[in-house]
T-cell receptor, first 112, second 115 residues
């Protein structure tokens, strides 16, 4: 089954404790991206990757890091999480430019 | 810069009513793509439709229809004979051919269909 998976689905952590949210896709898509969803703001792009070892900032990259060492994986790293990073995070993959993005199920992160 | 506006933050209808969700976009590009996604209460994002800027044909899929008008930069979504299962947040999104192929989302419209 074609899918994007994210882990964990739910995470409660404390300020400053480094965490990683994993994302994996099995569709051999070139592009992958991370979004955060906040009420009234829709989804905003954090980082995206056009291929292995090629990443770039989206609209709201501050406080986040990513890496793309393999085509299928695109982890999101919060080195020192803060409460303003409490949000719902989605990973997506697609083949540009025309095709729709496939989204993972979301990761709800709470930073206390 | 590109922007997507969904002015209706929340709509409430009674089952079987028709409802239209508005989407207005801004972009300077001549080639771009428009999308609608549905987010049911379970939280996942479900792709509904895409449209490219050269195709202004309206589309109907069952009870769903989309009206794309370049002249007014709008891509509105109508649900005919709404059902309780249509209750969700609906997002309109815009992508143009920039390096990152970035998708810009509107703020979403929460649709509540009451029995």
């Amino acid at each position: 089954e074609a899918q994007v998976t994210q882990n964990p689905r739910y995470l409660i952590t404390v300020t400053g404790k480094k965490l990683t949210v994993t994302c994996s896709q099995n569709m051999n898509h070139e592009y992958m991206s991370w979004y955060r969803q906040d009420p009234g703001l829709g989804l905003r792009q954090i980082y995206y990757s056009m291929n292995v070892e090629v990443t770039d900032k989206g609209d709201v990259p501050e406080g986040y890091k990513v890496s793309r060492k393999e085509k299928r994986n695109f982890p999101l790293i919060l080195e020192s999480p803060s409460p303003n990073q409490t949000s719902l995070y989605f990973c997506a993959s697609w083949d540009p430019p025309y095709n729709e993005q496939f989204f993972g199920p979301g990761t709800r992160l709470t930073v206390l | 810069a590109q922007k997507v506006t969904q002015a209706q933050t929340e709509i409430s209808v009674v089952e079987k009513e028709d409802v239209t969700l508005d989407c207005v976009y801004e972009t300077r590009d001549t080639t771009y793509y428009l999308f609608w996604y549905k987010q049911p209460p379970s939280g996942e994002l479900v792709f509904l439709i895409r449209r490219n800027s050269f195709d202004e044909q309206n589309e109907i899929s069952g009870r769903y229809s989309w009206n794309f008008q370049k002249s007014t930069s709008s891509f509105n979504f109508t649900i005919t004979a709404s059902q309780v299962v249509d209750s969700a947040v609906y997002f309109c999104a815009l992508r143009f051919n920039n390096a990152g192929n970035m998708l810009t989302f509107g703020g979403g419209t929460r649709l509540m269909v009451k029995p």
